[in-house]
């Protein structure tokens, strides 16, 4: 499998598609041959009618996992300790 694009990006597995942003896993090629991966968000802006997107690699992401519940608390009106 090697559809990568014109920057040596391609993308893996399906988009996760959810209500008003979808979420996707890419990868680049590096010039050692390495991989690099991250998820990639999407959010559709009417306003400019283009595409936002926000990157965010595997140890971010791993840190964000850890604050979900207390975010989650936020978000709902309770005491957190985000």
Known sequence: MSNFNEYN?????????LP???VSISEKKKEDGTLVRWAQLSKFNPKTEKYENFSIFKDDLELLGLKIPDLLT???GGVGHA
């Open 74 to 76: 936020l978000l709902q």
């Open 20 to 22: 008003g942003i979808s």
């Open 9 to 17: 990006i391609r993308q893996v597995g399906e988009r996760i598609r």
